[in-house]
């Protein structure tokens, strides 16, 4: 109880500066609606039945936004002296990764929910509500799998000359395996009106890779904090 209190903790501070600044929230959700308006336009009626270019529309616009984020995780730390405060804690370095990533994970998800009624009325023509819990399951899986990756290579990236630079070169290659399923699983969520059998293998790609990156986040964190 004393460990989860400790992430709550961090959460709880890093929620309360997001809610003083705004400045991760309006940037990631200025970005998302205005990459999906820009997709519209281009591309419009064309997409029409086209249910995995429209889910890969969706899920560049994600990713790109969660970039943005997850690029501050440990900006006002580093900048303002912070970050050495933390690690003199009496803490596991652990309880610190898991309390960004819990951040970060919350910061993304209440951006994809503002910006997935937008995509909806762009790009779905057909009712995909009897799937809506399968959509918002492949969405918590996915966004485990970013912030953990994310806040792992932020750390790295945090101490670098090119910092902004540094997390998109580290970040979209480690996370293709969890693009990819959470492409091919929105494409079959939106595009039928029945329960898509194939979607639980995608599922479960994604539980796995979540699984694997919390584990090395977690096993690799204080080594990446101490360098």
């Known amino acids: 109880m004393n460990y989860l209190r400790r992430i709550l903790t961090i959460v709880g501070k890093d929620i309360a500066a ?19 308006v ?6 419009g009626e064309r997409l029409e039945g086209a249910a995995e ?12 936004a969660a970039v943005l984020g997850l690029n501050r995780v440990f900006v006002h730390e580093k900048d303002e002296g912070c970050l050495d405060g933390l690690m003199l804690c009496p803490v596991d370095r652990s309880v610190i990764y898991f309390g960004k990533a819990l951040a970060s994970l919350i910061f993304i998800s209440v951006v ?3 910006a997935l009624p937008i995509f909806a009325i762009f790009f779905i023509r057909t009712s995909f509500l009897v799937n809506l819990w399968l959509l918002i399951l492949v969405l918590i899986l996915s966004n485990v799998g970013i912030a953990a990756v ?8 945090i101490n670098t000359k090119a910092r902004d630079l540094m997390l998109p070169i580290l970040f979209f290659p480690v996370i293709v395996p969890i ?4 492409v091919k699983s ?7 009106p029945s329960l898509p059998g194939d979607v639980f293998v995608w599922l479960r790609m994604l539980a796995i890779y979540d699984i694997i990156f919390m584990l090395v986040g977690f096993l690799t964190f204080e080594y990446v904090l101490e360098e």
């Open 150 to 157: 994310g806040t792992l290579l932020s750390a790295i990236s």
């Open 38 to 43: 820009i997709f519209n336009f281009a591309f």
């Open 112 to 114: 994809e929910l503002i």
């Open 53 to 64: 270019a429209s889910a890969g529309i969706l899920w560049v616009a994600f990713l790109f």
């Open 179 to 182: 693009l990819i399923a959470a």
């Open 18 to 36: 997001e809610i003083r600044t705004k400045e991760m929230m309006n940037s990631m959700i200025v970005f998302v609606l205005l990459t999906l």
């Open 186 to 192: 929105t494409g079959l969520i939106i595009s039928s």
